[in-house]
């Protein structure tokens, strides 16, 4: 297992503190180089719930970078309320039968963006992943 380098996490806890870059438009931030960069285009994503990034999102859960597909499944779930079977950490083949059921779906007209949900009045459970904030 390749566990997030420190410095994206960081990077990605500065951008939830400070509510994101805020710069640019998000989508185009999806494709960026910088795996820090797109995990913290997601974050913004899921904060103004742009329902048209979602399919650069289900893009993204094929990314080389573990940490940035745990990020899209979490925003698209989020965003989605499904996962379809998508796992971050499974091997390729297992993601890839995943992606293309987010694919068809998106195709047929299954995916869509669902309201906010209310802020969690707890903790999150451990190892839980949280991409909204106030």
Do not use: N
Request: a positive charge; proline letters at 7%; charged letters at 25%.
């Amino acid at each position: 297992m390749k566990p997030i380098r420190t410095s994206t996490a960081a990077c990605l806890l500065l951008g939830l503190a400070t509510g994101g870059p805020g710069c640019g438009s998000e989508r185009a931030r999806l494709q960026s180089l910088s795996p820090v960069e797109r995990a913290a285009a997601i974050i913004d994503v899921v904060r103004v719930r742009d329902r048209q990034a979602v399919p650069k999102l289900v893009g993204l859960l094929e990314d080389p970078d573990r940490g940035v597909r745990m990020f899209a499944i979490t925003a698209l779930v989020d965003l989605c309320g499904d996962d379809f079977g998508y796992r971050y950490f499974a091997a390729e083949a297992q993601r890839a039968d995943a992606v293309a059921r987010w694919r068809e779906a998106l195709r047929t007209g299954q995916v869509r963006v669902v309201p906010a949900a209310d802020p969690p009045t707890s903790a999150p459970a451990s190892g839980e992943v949280t991409l909204s904030h106030p």
